[in-house]
Structure formats: C-alpha cells, structure tokens
C-alpha cells in the first residue's frame, strides 16, 4: 500500500485539473538507477498500464508499476513547499539514506 497525504491529494486534484488530464489519469510514481544515492523518483501525470498498481485516494489516482513497487511499499507521497523548492516527497520507509535533494535514496539491504 502507498498513501497520499491530504496535502499531495489536494495539489494532485489541482495539477490534473490544470492539465486538463484525461479521465483515468493519475500521478505515476517510478523508481528509476540514478540520482546520487543510487536510485531515483520520477513522476508524471500518466494512464496506467495492465500490470500496474493503482492507489486511489481522495478521488485521485497514484499509479505504480511492479518494479517500482517493490521500491515503494508502505510508503506516504506528501506535497511540500519550501522556499527553495516545492513538490511532491516520497516518505519511504524502504530506504536507508536519502540524498539531501530529497529525489533520490539508496534503498535497505535485506
């Protein structure tokens, strides 16, 4: 399971209404190699695929493929803002460090 915090939702029903999204369409969250803690976040505004998992919260949809997933369990999507940046932070229980750029983790060994 992955949660939305109400302040993600609230943003997320913003940017899908700003984009004009597509029915269906929801915040996809990919764990990707790369960033300078080995793996990194990216997110889109995207349909979901066969094999996804979908999390709906609020009315909105988090969209996270099987690999990801594997990343992501248990984890809080929040929206934050800052001075100096502001956007979507992943809460990952699942990581053992993050990068001060809060994009990038490297993740538990187990």
């Known amino acids: ?19 004009n999204a597509a029915a269906g369409s929801g915040l996809r969250v990919l764990v990707e190699k790369g960033g300078c803690a080995g793996w990194q ?8 695929g066969a094999t996804d998992s979908i999390f709906v919260h609020g009315g909105v949809s988090l969209i996270v493929d099987p690999q990801s997933f594997e990343f992501l369990n248990h984890s809080q999507i ?4 800052a001075l100096n940046d502001s956007g979507f932070r992943v809460e990952n229980p699942n990581a053992a460090r993050n990068c001060g750029c809060g994009t990038s983790f490297e993740p538990k060994t187990t």
């Open 1 to 19: 399971m992955i949660t939305l915090t109400d302040r993600a939702i609230l943003h997320l029903q913003q940017l899908l209404q700003e984009k």
């Open 41 to 48: 976040y990216t997110m889109k505004i995207d349909q979901a």
């Open 78 to 81: 929040d929206y934050v803002e």
